[in-house]
């Protein structure tokens, strides 16, 4: 027969709250005789709390929804480790839901999390929200923070890095390197991504009184594949160009792939930028010049601003946080001149 927290009070001649404390770590007023004596029973008869009962005592799971839209892209497993690092220190366990982009597929899993009563939800998607799966978060009123993603309302905490500011940076060095015809590798229409970044791009040309050429930007998928169509596309157009800006790294190791197959020297005749910082961007050659978003710093802030949440924390919480990005120079920039 399985031993039960009854039949912990009862050896140890205390109250099944005083139990009951003692699993949930609550232990003001009592004495340090008392605790020692009940994780000593417990010790000796292999006693494990079940985790249904302690919810039922504290309404609540420790455990955290993690919604993310791929998981093969190596941007998003940083965010996930940075959660679940912070997750931990913190006592909370996480589940991993990917939705390979799918709205449909997005509100099954917001679902299913609200059926396992998880405590709150981490949320990130390379494509903007659908109204109805937005309203789905207010209607269940779990605690929800976005990551990398903004969201016009003042009920829903949000992390991310300025995209506008971060494609600039990198535009701009590819200017002070004497490139004036960038062309734009950019990503899905749907994605605040593409809003943010493209107005970075556009933002860095009209400062330095270049003019922009329509021709010269393709839209991707912010896969590899699609990087490798778009350069394809560019270089048939046989329209004049010396750099290319992509709008994250995987549509950049795409490109440059293509530029390898057509036998183009990178950087020396086209340079070539990424965004994100992801590891591959190392491995390449040449190493792609990229901006670095402080992917594993995103993913445990939001966590631990979730936390804070559920927690009712009382000390202030700033629930719009945004992080900065950081110009990385490698090797896929020419400085033209040289």
Known sequence: ????????????????????RVINNKNEGMSLETREKILNIMK???????????????????????????INNPFFPGIVRGAEDAANSYGYNIILCNTD?????????????????????????????????LQLFKRHKIPTVFVDRIVESDDIPFIFTDGKKGMFKIVEYLIQNGHKEIAY????????????????????????????????????DYKLSGGKRCMESLLDLKEKFSAVACENDLMAIG????????????????SITGYDNIFLTNVTSPKITTIAQPIYEMG???????????????????????LEPELVIKDSVWKRGD
Do not use: W
């Not at 059926?115 to 939800?121: R, T």
């Open 300 to 322: 445990y802030k939001a966590m631990e601003l979730l936390i804070k949440i559920v927690n009712k924390d009382n000390d202030p919480v700033d629930n719009k946080i945004i």
């Open 185 to 220: 590798i950019a990503g899905e229409k749907k994605s605040q991504f593409n809003h943010s970044r493209l107005e970075g791009y556009k933002s860095a040309l009209s400062k330095y009184n270049i003019p922009l050429n329509q021709n010269l930007i393709f839209m991707g």
């Open 255 to 270: 490109a440059l792939e293509m530029l390898n197959d057509r036998k183009i020297k990178v950087p020396r005749e086209i």
């Open 44 to 70: 000796k008869h292999n006693y494990v709390p079940s985790s249904l009962a302690r919810s039922m005592i504290t309404k609540k799971t420790n455990i955290i929804g993690l919604i993310l839209p791929d």
């Open 101 to 133: 982009d799918n709205p449909e597929k997005e509100k099954t899993y917001i679902e299913i999390l609200k059926e396992k009563c998880v405590d709150g939800m981490i949320y990130t998607s390379t494509l903007n929200p659908i109204d109805e799966n």
């Open 1 to 20: 027969m399985r031993f039960t927290i009854k039949d912990i009070a009862r050896e140890a001649n205390v109250s099944i709250a005083t139990v009951s």
